[in-house]
């Protein structure tokens, strides 16, 4: 099976050793997104839903580099510093997704890169 690294500068750069995403086969794995701002490499300042939709545009530009669509998501994992934010998060994912929805994840972390409140990753598939 042949894997290619999916890359995009509409989507913050990795700070670490990894890739924005990787497809393998018809697979697109998404590393997690937080919310950066792809120009500045800095944390968008705003409250979680503002926080939430950087998260989903970055996905949504490193689905575009992968040929794709956030509607090919079958998979995402949602990692949060309090779930109190659940229902701002899920109102905000929403407008991104239509049914049938991915399946999906939310798991409360006690912290998160660069001191972000969301963190997102996605698994994609290519027919």
């Given at each position: ?31 997690g ?28 530009a490193v689905?575009e ?10 998979r ?39 001191g ?8 994609l598939?290519?027919?």
């Open positions: 099976m042949t894997r290619s690294i999916i890359s995009t500068d509409k989507a913050p750069a990795a700070i670490g050793p990894y890739s924005q995403a990787v497809r393998a086969g018809n697979t697109v794995y998404f590393s997104q937080i919310p950066l701002d792809p120009a500045t490499g800095n944390l968008v300042q705003g409250d979680i839903a503002l926080q939430t939709r950087r998260v989903f545009d970055n996905l949504k689905a580099a992968a040929g794709s669509s956030l509607s090919a998501i079958v995402v994992g949602i990692y949060v510093t309090d779930l109190a934010n659940f229902a701002t998060v899920n109102a905000v994912m929403a407008e991104y997704f239509q049914a049938p929805y991915p399946a999906r994840s939310t798991i409360q972390v006690s912290a998160l890169p660069k972000a409140e969301v963190e997102v990753d996605a698994v598939v290519i027919d």
